[in-house]
T-cell receptor, first 113, second 115 residues
Framework: AQSVTQLGSHVSVSEGALVLLRCNYSSSVPPYLFWYVQYPNQGLQLLLKYTSAATLVKGINGFEAEFKKSETSFHLTKPSAHMSDAAEYFCAVSGTGGFKTIFGAGTRLFVKA | DTAVSQTPKYLVTQMGNDKSIKCEQNLGHDTMYWYKQDSKKFLKIMFSYNNKELIINETVPNRFSPKSPDKAHLNLHINSLELGDSAVYFC??????????????FGEGSRLTVL
């Protein structure tokens, strides 16, 4: 069975500050891990994915995430927040074959001017 | 060209009515899904079809009936709508097979409001 826990339903940062969104997973098989972003009234779009290649994954809009097997974590970071980063962020996990992707509860990112 | 498109985008209806949401993908994917997003933004998988065959049915009430006429289309029909069905329904697609990693491509969502 697989599950995802996102720590913090809301995170608030100032513009220009570091963004850190936390995600821990549980999986009985080697996982594939994802971060998706959802802007208001839109669908989800992929930010980045880990598929067992490099453990540090770079995505769009300056985001990156590091897969740490020993900590079962896949935290999302961005060095400098921009107002346009304000959105809902979802961590997700799937297994081989990819038929069933499980999502975390989401973290709403607020960016203050 | 929109990769995953669903219609309608908004749906407002009375309790007890029946409604349908349609979804089409032009990505050539073998697998399509319906996800439900509640008012707290929680996303839960409802159904998954692979090459027109149902492969995941996540304890969804049988008032919900998905239909896949071909692998590019997955429709969702809901009978006897209830207040608790109010949500945003997302269609998604992905590649399938052992090499697949589960990356999902989402539609824009269909916001259903039951009065």
């Amino acid at each position: 069975a697989q599950s995802v826990t996102q720590l913090g339903s809301h995170v608030s940062v100032s513009e220009g500050a570091l963004v850190l969104l936390r995600c821990n997973y549980s999986s009985s098989v080697p996982p594939y891990l994802f971060w998706y972003v959802q802007y208001p009234n839109q669908g989800l779009q992929l930010l980045l994915k880990y598929t067992s290649a490099a453990t540090l994954v770079k995505g769009i809009n300056g985001f990156e995430a590091e897969f740490k097997k020993s900590e079962t974590s896949f935290h999302l970071t961005k060095p400098s927040a921009h107002m346009s980063d304000a959105a809902e962020y979802f961590c997700a996990v799937s297994g081989t074959g990819g038929f069933k992707t499980i999502f975390g509860a989401g973290t709403r990112l607020f960016v203050k001017a | 060209d929109t990769a995953v498109s669903q219609t309608p985008k908004y749906l407002v209806t009375q309790m007890g009515n029946d409604k349908s949401i349609k979804c089409e993908q032009n990505l050539g994917h073998d697998t399509m899904y319906w996800y439900k997003q509640d008012s707290k933004k929680f996303l839960k998988i409802m159904f998954s079809y692979n090459n027109k065959e149902l492969i995941i049915n996540e304890t969804v009430p049988n008032r919900f009936s998905p239909k896949s006429p071909d692998k590019a289309h997955l429709n969702l029909h809901i009978n006897s709508l209830e207040l608790g069905d109010s949500a945003v329904y997302f269609c998604a697609s992905s590649q399938a097979g052992l090499a697949a990693n589960g990356e999902l491509f989402f539609g824009e969502g269909s916001r259903l409001t039951v009065l």
